[in-house]
Nanobody
């Protein structure tokens, strides 16, 4: 499966962005899709994940109440809605796919190329 992340950009603190993770080559219906992020000089970290049944798992406490994840299986796309963005949210955001959600990087075989999110203060 090929994953294409998009929707990143420059936004002021307090603003919103919606990231998309579009899949091709295989339906996402049976896959869980996480979002990870990697800031300069830091390790890639899991943010949250949506299961194949639509349940959400938050891995980063800092985004609770601000970020939500959703999926549209008809469009083979998963979305990350990011509200009340903070400078600390600036990073390259990646999506991946796996049968079940996991916060561990090495559990994922398929990754999107990443989309840059920049938050100005």
């Amino acid at each position: 499966v090929q994953l294409q992340a998009s929707g990143g950009g420059l936004v002021q603190a307090g603003g919103s962005l919606r990231l998309s993770c579009a899949a091709s080559g295989r339906t996402l219906d049976y896959y869980s899709i996480p979002w990870f992020r990697q800031a300069p000089g830091k390790e890639r970290e899991a943010v949250l994940c949506i299961s194949s049944s639509g349940g959400s798992t938050y891995y980063a406490d800092s985004v609770k109440g601000r970020f939500t994840i959703s999926r549209d299986n008809a469009k083979n796309t998963v979305y990350l809605q990011m509200n009340s963005l903070e400078p600390e949210d600036a990073a390259v955001y990646f999506c991946a796919s796996r049968r079940y959600c996991s916060s561990l990087l090495n559990r994922y075989d398929y990754w999107g190329q990443g989309t840059q999110v920049t938050v100005s203060s």
